[in-house]
């Protein structure tokens, strides 16, 4: 079984920044591939970014694109998210997610493994 454990939450005004980081148990971390998830209050979970088991492959949604940064440390089992010029619509709950074979994704029926979130919220 593995665990994950998301960090790095927090207030943050609106142009400001944060790092997320998402701790994983388990030896094969480094064969996994790792997604960032987020929901807000009345919707749906939505795919934020995804990179694969080397650091090589990336995928972001859109809305993100050149502000937030993927990246992962294998010798530490933690992947990153860094974002930057943050909006107010950003702010949701974030998730780390891992799947244990395959690609990089943004669906989130390809993950195996969940993280219990952790709270961003940007003020305007």
């Known amino acids: 079984q593995v665990q994950l454990v998301e960090s790095g939450g927090g207030l943050v005004q609106a142009g400001g920044s944060l790092r997320l980081s998402c701790a994983a148990s388990?030896?094969?971390?480094?064969?996994?591939?790792m997604g960032w998830f987020r929901q807000a209050p009345g919707k749906e979970r939505e795919f934020v970014a995804s990179?694969?088991?080397?650091?090589?492959?990336?995928i972001y949604r859109d809305s993100v694109k050149g502000r937030f940064t993927i990246s992962r440390d294998n010798a530490k089992n933690t992947v990153y998210l860094q974002m930057n010029s943050l909006k107010p619509e950003d702010t949701a709950v974030y998730y780390c997610?891992?799947?244990?074979?395959?690609?990089?994704?943004?669906?989130?029926?390809?993950?195996?493994?969940w993280g219990q979130g952790t709270q961003v919220t940007v003020s305007s």
């Open positions: 997610a891992a799947i244990a074979w395959g690609d990089p994704s943004p669906s989130a029926r390809r993950y195996d493994y």
């Open positions: 388990g030896r094969r971390f480094s064969s996994y591939s």
């Open positions: 990179i694969s088991w080397s650091g090589d492959s990336t």
